[in-house]
């Protein structure tokens, strides 16, 4: 950070008005990590935004090529990096340098939604590092961890040559996705014993139990040859169950193989680094619509009520428009995000919750209704602290609002070559909002073995919710996966409504039904 | 300020350039890049590349979107995913494209890379030479309209604060005779090579657009090719049917006329050229010829063959004949070059076909590395 920290340092007249919008967001009762804020050159913007927000990362081209479209969508004048937060204590955020008065008041704002959201909703918890045994906060010096990795990887890149670390994070890149939202929460691991199967594994080997015979000649009627064949077959079968190891489905692929994978120790760095950055970034995926609602919640209330002069107002309201233009009839976060906040605001303001509203279906009765209740901003607070996407659209998305919001859900027509709108039913609207948000939209993989058909190949299961997988895609993960497992890897999934298995084994790819 | 992101840029870039070279008979053929060209730097579109990744389908997996519009209602940009939804942006949609834009030499180096074009080896090299002067230093003597101001100021304080006669409160430096510092120069000489590329194409009836348009993307890889290799590099251009005459590069590719074929008359103008505006001593000189290889009589093809003997031949680098195939063209010409200079290293025939055909044919031209 020392460079920046030395030539961005925020000029006297931000630091006052950062004093002042603090002083207003402590009021209205957000509690937000202490936040840094630093001015940006446009070139130093676009170096950090290609970098995800952090000064320092590990060396990678694709973030040159995030450069490069960034500096040139800026050079078109096509768009410009307001506002970039990341989630750190203390929080870190950047400013333009140049952007006027009004600009940097709004990113002010909504940053501290951001900073707020980060320190107190609980899947960010993930990201914390420990806590501080003086005040007992979160401990998360991001910035630190991701520049260690930079040094970790340029480490590795010296001893064994760039180009080849870049060809391994460009496999692990491949199988970034493939982690277990629900891991970070799961109770603590037994330490592992020594595996059944491999303690009884000189013993002989266990007969098929069959019915006891007393006279010979009652033998192959007792036990037909069927029988006997049947009680072999599940012996087998259960033998097979107890060697299969993981013992369970393991979602978490990218953890499975860092502890199982043959790899070098600067291999297994490589991908612990990838895996570690990914789970930071997941919270952040799993609440985008939250997330940006919340803080365009508040850089609004801020801005309007409190922050904004009679002279701002007007430059605010067009840049506020701007941020919440819905363009192509594509779902806007910020939009959906700072909508679905008020209406709950609102309902709670008015009691328009518990039994009796839900069983009212008057509709001039409902839409007069007012208990004032006054809940709505406890209820928002409540929200942001408890709720991810998922969970947000699934509790408070309702027809009332999808209509009031003209949503719908749209779908490819193959009969039309184009994409159509499908449909406005509120039940598909929000079961297809829903799939999207599921697993930040990510298709759910599981390894199933890591030594199917007993040859110590990678057997992965993908478990197919009614929708298939990219297939070119999926053979160039395959293809990552065995550049890691290093012996032939399989995934089992549906091809057009068919049981397939696909596999890689080192040179050629295969399909087969299953 | 150089920044931490200029090796992954770079990286990125080279990843870029081999995507170029990968793709690069393609560019060449369908000719793609000329419309994107600007002064010095051409946008090349290269499929994005993405991090392959276990993903939906995007055409099965649909979205949710806010706005006006009936079921069945086409949306306004088909395509692309809802916004937003837990994603980054960008994510998940494999054919987008990527505009990057690469200077001509480096394409030129691509090029050469893919096709192993040889350097050319250079003539008339050491017989110009250009002299530049180049300011490289300070020295203590100079004329006052050389001198360095801030170094003098600088002497000039570090002399008064050594004597102790500077004063904070009235900063105030006088520069003595001593102090004064001037910018030196030093007189380089430079090796020039000069070269000239005169096209000539034949224009008659039978060459239709295709064929044109073949003459059009060929020239310019060559123009590419040549211009990495020499500093300044000029192009002459000739159009002919039974006469000649030259023209601009615009009307170059753009005429058409109906009358006969005498390539004579172009071999003409193209020796009056050599002869009065580059000297052979000291010009490199490139005449390349497209035609589609139809001549209006032996006896005129017998003239050409003496004109290239007797004085464009020995005066160029080499001489270069491209006959581009067309549906009305006999294709004579080329045979008689090659019966006529059977051994001769400094003329080369190629024919090109087709489109495809190009990359072997710019091959052949700058292959020898003349």
Known sequence: MGMFALKTQLPAYLRDEQARIE????QFGLDYFPTVFEVLSYDQMNEIAAYGGFPTRYPHWRFGMEYEQLSKSHEYGLSKIYEMVINNNPSIAYLLEGNSMVDQKLVMCHVLGHVDFFKNNFAFSVTDQGRDPKDGGSVRKWVDTMANHGAVVRRWSRRVGIERVEELID???????LIDPQQPFAPVKEPIGPLASLADEDETPEEPSLLRVERDYMESFINPEEFVQAQKQQLAEEQEQAKRFPDAPVRDVLGFLVENAPLDAWERDVLSVVRREAYYFLPQMQTKIMNEGWASYWHSKLMTERVADGSEILDYADRNAGVMQVSGGRLNPYKLG????????DRWNKGKFGKEWEDCDDYDSRRAWDRRTGLGREKIFQVRKLYTDVTFIDEFLTPDFVRDNKMYAFGYNPRNDRWEIETRQFQEVKQKLLFQLTNAGNPIIRVLDANHGNRGELLLEHDHQGIDLRLDWVREVLAAVHRIWKRPVEVHTIVGKRPTSLRFDGRDHSDKPR | ??????????????????????????????GELMGKQGKEVVSIPIPQIDIPRFRFQDKEMGGVGQGEGDPGDPLSQPGQEGEGEGKKAGEGEGDHVLEVDVTLDELADILGEELELPNIDTRGKATIVDKKDRYVGIRNVGPNSLRHFKRTYKTALKRQIALGSYDGRRPVIVPTRDDLRFRSWRTDQEPVANAVIIYMMDVSGSMGDEQKEIVRIESFWIDAWLRRQYEGIETRFIIHDAVAREVDRDTFFRTRESGGTMISSAYKICSQMIEDEYPASEWNIYPFHFSDGDNWSVDDTLLCVELLKEKIIPASNMFCYGQVESPYGSGQFIKDLREHFGGEESLITSEIRDRDAIIGSIRDFLGKGK
């Open chain 1, 23 to 26: 002083e207003f967001a402590k």
């Open chain 1, 171 to 177: 496999h692990c890149l491949s199988l970034e996705n």
């Open chain 1, 338 to 345: 700072v909508e679905l906040m008020r209406y709950v605001e």
């Open chain 2, 1 to 30: 300020m150089s920044l931490k992101i200029d090796q992954d840029h770079s990286r990125f870039r080279a990843i870029v350039r081999g995507k170029i070279r990968q793709n690069l008979r393609r560019y060449v053929s369908q």
